[in-house]
Nanobody
Framework: QVQLVESGGGLVQPGGSLKLSCAAS????????MAWYRQAPGKQRELVAG???????NYADSVKGRFTISRDNAKNTAYLQMNSLKPEDTAVYYC?????????WGQGTQVTVSS
């Protein structure tokens, strides 16, 4: 099993940047597919970006070219670099680890984009 803790959220102006981190404890971090999701008030949770065990990435259309997902297996950490942030990016961002039928979620970190 793996436990996840997100950090790096906060308040940022439109056009600004933030880097989220997802620190994992437990075993075999490198075996997990990692992903970032977000949930805005009144909306369903949606996939933002994912990264496979081999480093293959995928992104929601709304964040392509602005967000970058990465992982550092030596540090048991996944990241989400967010640039050119927009007010519509405001949400609670969650990290997920998945392996076969098992998945684990972090507690979430708030990102607010506002002037």
């Amino acid at each position: 099993q793996v436990q996840l803790v997100e950090s790096g959220g906060g308040l940022v102006q439109p056009g600004g940047s933030l880097k989220l981190s997802c620190a994992a404890s437990g075993s075999s971090f490198s075996a997990y597919t990692m992903a970032w999701y977000r949930q805005a008030p009144g909306k369903q949770r949606e996939l933002v970006a994912g990264i496979s065990t081999t480093g293959r990435t995928n992104y929601a259309d709304s964040v392509k070219g602005r967000f970058t997902i990465s992982r550092d297996n030596a540090k048991n950490t996944a990241y989400l670099q967010m640039n050119s942030l927009k007010p519509e990016d405001t949400a609670v961002y969650y990290c997920k680890a998945a392996l076969y039928l098992y998945d684990a979620w972090g507690q979430g970190t708030q990102v607010t984009v506002s002037s």
